[in-house]
């Protein structure tokens, strides 16, 4: 089903984050748009599929709508670190500009100092431990907040009714 009906596939993880290693994978996802006619069956189509790559997952356009909805409403290791700061500094330019960036090293504008070290030690070390003294989450997670006072993005999700429209028009193939 996924091969046929795909709408949007790619590439996430660390090759997507600018975090990648030689041993990294390609972590792949995707939308794909069951046909209507599946809908009217007692068994309805998944609502998400692994597969038919290596690393690949993919939801079903419903789905994806309703995750999409309910987004706004680890160990001492390196990479759990490095994804905190990917976060919180995309967080930063979201509330900040309404730009979404993933990759970190396109975000050391206002990043601790050693971030690009981090970024280089982790693609040395998939699973290495941070230097010692380098975690400003803190520091990170209290601006995220100023920011999310200060943004002009609204509180809540707005786009329900248009992602409603949207599956409609989707489904009717409109």
Request: net charge negative.
């Amino acid at each position: 089903m996924v091969t046929d009906h795909t709408v949007l596939s790619v590439v996430v993880g660390s090759r997507a984050y600018g975090l990648s290693t030689a041993e990294s994978d390609t972590d792949r996802r995707g939308v794909f748009v069951a046909p209507a006619s599946l809908f009217w069956r007692l068994d309805k189509p998944p609502t998400h599929v692994e597969g038919p790559l290596p690393e690949q997952f993919s939801w079903e356009v419903e789905r994806l709508c309703a995750l999409a909805l309910a987004l706004f409403g680890r160990s001492g290791e390196l990479k759990p670190l490095l994804y905190a700061f990917r976060v919180l500094l995309t967080g930063l330019r979201l509330m900040r500009t309404g730009e979404v960036v993933a990759d970190v090293t396109r975000l050391y504008e206002g990043a601790p100092p050693y971030l690009p070290e981090l970024v280089a030690a982790k693609r040395e070390a998939e699973h290495g431990a941070p230097p010692a003294g380098a975690p400003d989450a803190v520091r990170l997670t209290a601006e995220l907040a100023e920011a999310e006072e200060r943004s002009a993005l609204p509180e809540a999700a707005t786009a329900g009714p248009a992602l409603h429209d949207l599956l409609v028009r989707v489904r009717t193939g409109a």
